[in-house]
């Protein structure tokens, strides 16, 4: 099998995706160091860089393939006439570093403007202009009580149920700095975490989540593909950019956390929450 990293229309939910829905995809949140432009033709184009990331997905895939992608990213051996080159880099990911292809502009009209938080699906949900985007919410953000008194709580009032994303795991690995204890975060290693989807509109992304997450420097937007009623669906959410060694949440947030999952998350999975909250705590107390 041959290793690729996509970042533009290949991406799950994008108009290329099909090439590779037989593929299997071994990471959704992953980076590459590069620098990634809107190219102004409904694609985007990355560029080398050693001081920047692109986000993307990786795929192993097949020869077969290999030779669709080369043929939409009108890339050929040894020609001078590329419009993409075809590279080998290292991708990082939550399970480790992995080698794979990926495609990079051969040509300078494809630099035409950089995307600043280098993530094409999150610029494309501005750009298009879309009026709404379902949202993951599996943190304190299930509590409405910090909506009602940010005055927000109208942005939340299209809660359509319970989602379920599977191959990822919740875990306590940002250290706040006000209180040097743990907030939560999904790493990609496998695993089930549950949360609520909301409709939300666009507009509040920028007008109060961002703001609440520090996206993105502190927890960065991304995609992630959740289940709903037995429907495969793709949501926006939030993980932490530089992950720590897991710490646990303090009582308060605790609190946030356990009163929005309840009545909705399953009595099986806020059991297995509060479960990893004791664990942190004993590791943190010498197990006092």
Same mark, same amino acid.
């Given at each position: 099998?041959?290793?690729?990293?996509?970042?533009? *229309?290949?991406?799950?939910? +994008?108009? $290329?995706?099909?090439?590779?829905?037989? /593929? =299997?995809? %071994?990471?959704?949140?992953?980076?590459?160091?590069?620098?990634?432009?809107?190219?102004?033709?409904?694609?985007?184009?990355?560029?080398?860089?050693?001081?920047?990331?692109?986000?993307?997905?990786?795929?192993?895939?097949?020869?077969?393939?290999?030779?669709?992608?080369?043929?939409?990213?009108?890339?050929?051996?040894?020609?001078?006439?590329?419009?993409?080159?075809?590279?080998?880099?290292?991708?990082?990911?939550?399970?480790?570093?992995?080698?794979?292809?990926?495609?990079?502009?051969?040509?300078?009209?494809?630099?035409?403007?950089?995307?600043? *938080?280098?993530?094409?699906? +999150?610029? $494309?949900?501005?750009?298009?202009?879309? /009026? =709404?985007? %379902?949202?993951?919410?599996?943190?304190?953000?299930?509590?409405?009580?910090?909506?009602?008194?940010?005055?927000?709580?109208?942005?939340?009032?299209?809660?359509?149920?319970?989602?379920?994303?599977?191959?990822?795991?919740?875990?306590?690995?940002?250290?706040?700095?006000?209180?040097?204890?743990?907030?939560?975060?999904?790493?990609?290693?496998?695993?089930?975490?549950?949360?609520?989807?909301?409709?939300?509109?666009?507009?509040?992304?920028?007008?109060?989540?961002?703001?609440?997450?520090?996206?993105?420097?502190?927890?960065?937007?991304?995609?992630? *593909?959740?289940?709903?009623?037995?429907?495969?669906?793709?949501?926006?959410?939030?993980?932490?950019?530089?992950?720590?060694?897991?710490?646990?949440?303090?009582?308060?947030?605790?609190?946030?956390?356990?009163?929005?999952?309840?009545?909705?998350?399953?009595?099986?999975?806020?059991?297995?929450?509060?479960?990893?909250?004791?664990?942190?705590?004993?590791?943190?107390?010498?197990?006092?």
């Amino acid at each position: 099998m041959i290793n690729v990293f996509v970042y533009g *229309t290949l991406r799950k939910g +994008e108009g $290329n995706h099909q090439l590779l829905e037989t /593929a =299997t995809c %071994l990471a959704e949140q992953c980076w590459t160091k590069g620098v990634l432009y809107d190219t102004g033709f409904g694609y985007p184009a990355m560029k080398p860089s050693r001081s920047s990331k692109v986000y993307g997905e990786l795929y192993a895939i097949d020869e077969s393939h290999l030779r669709k992608l080369d043929q939409l990213e009108g890339y050929a051996l040894s020609s001078k006439n590329n419009l993409y080159e075809r590279i080998q880099q290292t991708v990082y990911t939550d399970k480790g570093e992995f080698t794979a292809y990926l495609y990079i502009a051969a040509r300078e009209e494809l630099g035409n403007r950089i995307i600043p *938080t280098s993530d094409w699906k +999150e610029y $494309n949900l501005f750009s298009k202009k879309m /009026a =709404t985007v %379902l949202y993951f919410a599996y943190g304190s953000c299930m509590d409405d009580q910090r909506f009602n008194e940010k005055g927000v709580e109208h942005y939340f009032q299209n809660m359509l149920g319970v989602g379920v994303l599977t191959g990822y795991t919740l875990r306590f690995t940002r250290k706040s700095i006000i209180d040097q204890m743990g907030r939560a975060d999904i790493v990609e290693e496998g695993g089930v975490v549950e949360g609520k989807v909301y409709e939300i509109p666009v507009k509040a992304l920028k007008e109060y989540l961002y703001e609440r997450e520090g996206a993105p420097t502190v927890y960065r937007p991304t995609f992630v *593909t959740i289940e709903r009623n037995k429907e495969k669906i793709q949501a926006l959410t939030f993980v932490v950019n530089n992950k720590k060694a897991e710490t646990a949440p303090p009582k308060m947030y605790e609190e946030e956390i356990l009163r929005g999952a309840s009545g909705f998350l399953s009595k099986e999975y806020i059991s297995s929450i509060k479960n990893h909250i004791d664990y942190l705590r004993k590791q943190t107390t010498g197990g006092r």
